[in-house]
């Protein structure tokens, strides 16, 4: 049975990196229903974060919070605080696309704070990059450039681009004395 739920899933993830989102969601939900079936309520919370983004990806926000809303739910519930906090940043973009940027920045802080206490630097250094371009975008350039640099020095496999920033930001600290970078 189980293989048999992780082929559909896996199907069902194929076809959403196809953009075939509506597909994505029907075999999604085969596999919740089948999780469901199996008592697997952390796997069904999964399948429901899946449908949440292809959702997401259709324009259908409502649609997608409330998916993304029960998993977080549930994720909560079982004490998973790592998936829990890949739901909250997942909902941040939503929030972000639907322009309600101050729900949002609450779910990406949220997100970014359980990722500091639980260890994952790399996740907590993504979740910090999407503030700053919120914080970009608002007009905050400042306040950007500092939230970018902390997420950068959190992420060891780097852009090109973000190499670049990244020694600029070391000379700057380096010329104002601010860091030792």
């Known amino acids: 049975m189980s293989d048999d739920v992780k082929a559909i899933q896996e199907r069902g993830v194929k076809l959403y990196q196809q953009r075939d989102y509506e597909?994505?969601?029907?075999?999604?939900?085969?596999?919740q229903?089948?999780?469901?079936?199996?008592?697997?309520p952390d796997m069904v919370a999964e399948m429901k974060t899946n449908v949440?983004?292809?959702?997401?990806?259709?324009?259908?926000?409502?649609l997608a919070l409330d998916e993304m809303q029960s998993a977080l739910h549930t994720f909560q519930q079982l004490g998973d605080s790592r998936r829990a906090a890949q739901v909250l940043g997942n909902m941040g973009g939503v929030y972000l696309e639907m322009d309600d940027k101050e729900?949002?920045?609450v779910c990406y802080r949220q997100a970014a704070d359980t990722f500091?206490?639980?260890?994952?630097?790399?996740?907590?250094?993504?979740?910090?990059?999407?503030?700053?371009?919120?914080?970009?975008?608002?007009?905050?350039i400042w306040t950007s450039a500092a939230t970018y640099?902390?997420?950068?020095?959190?992420?060891?496999?780097?852009?090109m681009g973000q190499k670049f920033l990244k020694r600029l930001f070391k000379v700057k600290n380096r010329?104002?004395?601010?860091?030792?970078n």
């Open 116 to 140: 500091l206490e639980i260890g994952e630097t790399k996740m907590y250094g993504e979740t910090l990059l999407a503030i700053a371009r919120m914080q970009f975008k608002d007009g905050k």
């Open 103 to 105: 729900q949002a920045y």
């Open 52 to 62: 949440g983004l292809s959702y997401r990806s259709l324009g259908q926000y409502q």
């Open 33 to 40: 229903e089948a999780y469901d079936h199996a008592n697997q």
């Open 23 to 31: 597909a994505a969601i029907k075999l999604f939900r085969q596999a």
């Open 149 to 159: 640099e902390i997420g950068l020095d959190n992420i060891d496999k780097l852009s």
């Open 175 to 180: 010329l104002s004395g601010t860091g030792t």
